[in-house]
């Protein structure tokens, strides 16, 4: 038989969905798989019921329904500062995923070159390697994971056409700074470049550091793609909602590939997730303080086995090195293994480092750990951690 097309034969299953099965083997936690298992919030639950009990179930507009559009605009405009005028600059898609694939299309071109921070979010490099474009990686390394400029602009080349940031970071927790943002468009604005922001952990933030949105900074709008959704912010992953915010043209194009990946996001769960927007503010506040808490216990169980643990700036992920103790313990010579011996020992899932980085051997003593947990589950994973070290 003839052979498959040639761009699938990079992919396979991702470590993540893997480990996932070999925790589940054993009925253990996954503190793996960044999904939470919190409750979707009720307002949301009934918006989406109701709206099937209207019949809401044909397609929508390619780019989301009008009400929908019309409140992440002014969220948009709000919490992000983000200087657009017209709900026809977002667009709505299956997940913040469905919407970085639209900006990927519309924006890049085989042998385009992009720039991506590592450790970076998996996703994001396989879409980009998938479309065939020239990934350049930019170290960022512990413990504050910040930017060489220097380096940064000499990895530009007449071939670089954009930049991928994710601020929260996935895995690192990196909140990227004001300072850094600005820095970051004096190059975009120097050199020509777009900037695709995936901003999905905007809400999870620590110790007082504040979301920046670069599309915020003056004269960065043109040039950026704002990326988020409700995946996170709302314990919803499944329902596949997300969306984009940009300026015409690039907004437009985006909408025309949307139709054409998805014709549109589904259509009740897009009425129920309008509701989220009526919640209060105090949904908000609950949610850093419960995270903010987890963080805490999640990191000081890590530290007192014995890893290195830059604490997370913002998202809900600790990546955590084992080099220290790598050689003083059978079963932690790489992440491969040390991850395997968390499964077997405290029956705990983490992601092995190499998944994040260009070249694995980078992330051989990393792990992730994903703190999105209900507390009591969280408590019980902690103790099983440090057990299984005493
Ligand atoms: C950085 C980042 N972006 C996007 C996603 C996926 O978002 P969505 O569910 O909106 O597609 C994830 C999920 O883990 C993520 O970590």
Not at 349 to 360: D, L, M, N, R
Request: charged fraction near 20%.
């Amino acid at each position: 038989m003839k052979s498959l097309a040639r761009r699938t034969d990079a992919l396979s299953q991702s470590d993540i969905r893997a480990i996932t099965k070999l925790v589940n083997a054993v009925n253990g936690i996954n503190l793996g798989q960044g999904i939470c298992d919190l409750p979707t919030p009720e307002p949301i639950k009934q918006g989406a019921q109701q709206a099937i009990a209207d019949n809401h179930s044909i397609y929508t507009n390619y780019a989301g329904i009008k009400r929908l559009r019309a409140l992440i605009l002014e969220k948009a405009q709000s919490y992000n500062r983000i200087p657009a005028t017209s709900d026809e600059e977002v667009m709505v898609s299956v997940g913040s995923t469905g919407a970085f694939v639209a900006a990927i299309f519309a924006l890049l071109e085989a042998d385009d070159e992009v720039i991506l921070f590592e450790p970076f979010y998996g996703y994001h490099r396989n879409l980009l390697d998938l479309i065939g474009v020239d990934i350049k990686y930019l170290p960022t390394t512990m413990p504050d994971w910040s930017i060489d400029f220097d380096l940064l602009e000499q990895t530009i080349t007449p071939k670089t056409k954009a930049l991928v940031v994710t601020t929260p970071t996935n895995p690192t927790g990196k909140v990227w700074t004001r300072d850094e943002l600005e820095r970051l468009l004096a190059l975009m604005q120097k050199h020509d470049l777009y900037a695709i922001t995936d901003e999905i952990y905007e809400y999870m933030l620590y110790d007082g550091h504040e979301h920046v949105s670069l599309a915020s900074l003056p004269g960065a709008y043109e040039r950026t793609v704002t990326l988020s959704g409700f995946s996170k912010t709302y314990n919803m992953t499944g329902w596949r909602l997300g969306y984009a915010v940009a300026a015409p043209p690039l907004i437009d194009k985006m909408g025309l590939l949307n139709d054409l990946f998805y014709i549109c996001a589904p259509a009740p769960l897009q009425h129920g997730v309008a509701e989220a927007f009526e919640m209060s503010d105090v949904y908000f506040e609950e949610m850093q303080e419960a995270y903010t808490a987890k963080r805490q216990l999640l990191c000081e169980t890590l530290e007192q086995i014995g890893f290195d643990v830059p604490w997370p700036d913002g998202s809900y992920y600790v990546f955590a090195n084992f080099e220290r103790f790598s050689h003083t313990y059978d079963g932690f010579d790489d992440a491969q293994e040390a991850c395997q011996s968390l499964i077997e020992k405290a029956g705990v899932a983490t992601v092995p480092g190499h998944s994040f980085f260009e070249i694995p051997e980078r992330g051989r003593y990393f792990l992730r750990f994903c703190y999105a947990k209900e507390m009591p589950i969280l408590q019980e994973a902690c103790n099983n951690l440090l057990n299984a070290f005493s």
